[in-house]
């Protein structure tokens, strides 16, 4: 399934990626949250940095995963 993914302290960083099981969420970063993708086209449009030819792979996503790359307070 798709799954948007984004890290916790950058709020412009995102990517697409095709995750079939839990070993390839593992592989993506050691500590993410996985939660269902609750992202609308609209709410990209005001997403800074998010690109407009992304916004349909943003419809498709089923699931969001989040890199907790550093503490977050």
């Known amino acids: 399934m798709l799954a948007i993914i984004t890290k916790a302290n950058?709020?412009?960083?995102y990517k697409f990626k095709?995750?079939?099981?839990?070993?390839?969420?593992i592989e993506i970063y050691p500590s993410v949250v996985i939660e269902k993708n609750t992202f609308s086209k609209e709410e990209a449009r005001y997403w800074d940095?998010?690109?407009?030819?992304?916004?349909?792979?943003?419809?498709?996503?089923?699931?969001?995963?989040i890199i907790y790359n550093s503490w977050i307070e």
Do not use: M, Q
């Not at 950058?10 to 960083?13: A, E, S």
């Not at 349909?56 to 089923?62: F, G, H, I, V, Y």
């Open 18 to 25: 095709e995750v079939k099981t839990i070993e390839d969420v």
């Open 10 to 13: 950058d709020d412009f960083w």
């Open 49 to 65: 940095g998010f690109k407009k030819e992304d916004i349909s792979l943003l419809e498709k996503a089923k699931i969001h995963i």
